[in-house]
C-alpha cells in the first residue's frame, strides 16, 4: 500500500478538474449518510482520502473520524476541519489507541485494490476491534476481477455527462494514460475480489456480509459489502 499512499500524498491528476473532485466527494458523503442510523452515531471513514465533503457527514453523525495515511493529506484534512468539533483526524496507527466497541459506522471506501491481502486482513481485524457489537462496516467500490478498465471509463464518462464536466474527463483520460497513475497501476497492480471471495475474507475476518444492492459512488461494475460482528451461538 505505501507507493499507493505516496502518489495519493503527491500532487497528482486523479481527477478530470475541480468540478469532478467536488461532485465526486459529495456523492460519496451523501451515499454514507445513508448508512448512518443515528444522529448521535460516532463513525470512522478508513483511508478517507480528501474527504471534501466531510463536514456533511459530520453534521448527520454524533461523531467522524477521519482516518488516512498519507502525512500530506492528513495534514490538509487536520487544516480544514480544525474548526469542526465533530470531526478528528487520526493516522492509521492511532486506531489502535482507540477504545474496543466504540464506533457505530466503518467506512472504507475505495481502499482495498490498494492494499495486499494481508494488510486488508489487518485492517479488517482493526475495525473489528473498534466496532460495538451492533456496528456495521461498510466496504465499498470493490474491484471485481471480470470488469476491466473500459468499465472504469464509461462509468466516468456517465458521471462526466450528468455533472458537465464531459469535457475535462475526456481530456482527463488522455492524461492519465501517460500520467504516473497508470504506470503505477501497470507496475503495482490493484486487487480485485469476486463477491463470494470477498465475502469469505470478511467471514475469515470475524463478520458475516452480505454485498449491497448499490455501490457507494458512481461506478455501478463495483461493489459495496455491508458486514457486522459474526458471533458464536454461545455469544
Known amino acids: 500500500m505505501d507507493d499507493w499512499i505516496d502518489y ?53 453523525c454524533g461523531k467522524l473520524y477521519l482516518a488516512e495515511p498519507a502525512p500530506g493529506v492528513r495534514g490538509r484534512l487536520i487544516a480544514r ?49 473498534l466496532l460495538k457489537p451492533g456496528g456495521r462496516l461498510i466496504l465499498g ?36 494514460a501517460l500520467s504516473d497513475y497508470r504506470q503505477l497501476r501497470s507496475r503495482v497492480g490493484l486487487q480485485r475480489y469476486s463477491e463470494a471471495d470477498m465475502i469469505a475474507k470478511l467471514t475469515a475476518g470475524g463478520f458475516t456480509a452480505s454485498r449491497a444492492h448499490f455501490n457507494i459512488g458512481h461506478n455501478p461494475w463495483r461493489m459495496t459489502f455491508v458486514a457486522r460482528h459474526a458471533f458464536s451461538p454461545a455469544g
Open 8 to 60: 495519493y500524498d503527491s500532487t497528482h491528476t486523479i481527477y478530470a478538474s475541480k468540478l469532478h473532485r467536488d461532485v465526486h466527494f459529495q456523492l460519496i458523503a451523501k451515499d454514507i449518510i445513508g448508512y448512518i442510523s443515528s444522529p448521535d452515531a460516532v463513525v470512522l471513514d478508513y483511508a478517507c482520502g480528501e474527504a471534501l465533503s466531510a463536514a456533511a457527514v459530520a453534521d448527520a
Open 141 to 176: 467500490d470493490v474491484l471485481r476481477p471480470e470488469v476491466g478498465m473500459a468499465r472504469d471509463v464509461i462509468a466516468l464518462l456517465r458521471f462526466a455527462l450528468t455533472h458537465g464536466f464531459l469535457r475535462d474527463a475526456l481530456i482527463g483520460l488522455v492524461s492519465t
Open 81 to 129: 476541519f480544525a474548526p469542526n468539533t465533530k470531526i478528528r483526524v487520526r493516522s492509521l496507527d492511532d486506531l489502535r489507541k482507540m477504545a474496543e466497541k466504540s464506533v457505530d459506522l466503518v467506512i472504507m471506501n475505495s481502499v482495498a485494490q490498494y492494499m495486499s491481502p494481508t494488510e486488508l486482513d489487518t485492517a479488517f481485524a482493526t475495525i473489528r476491534r
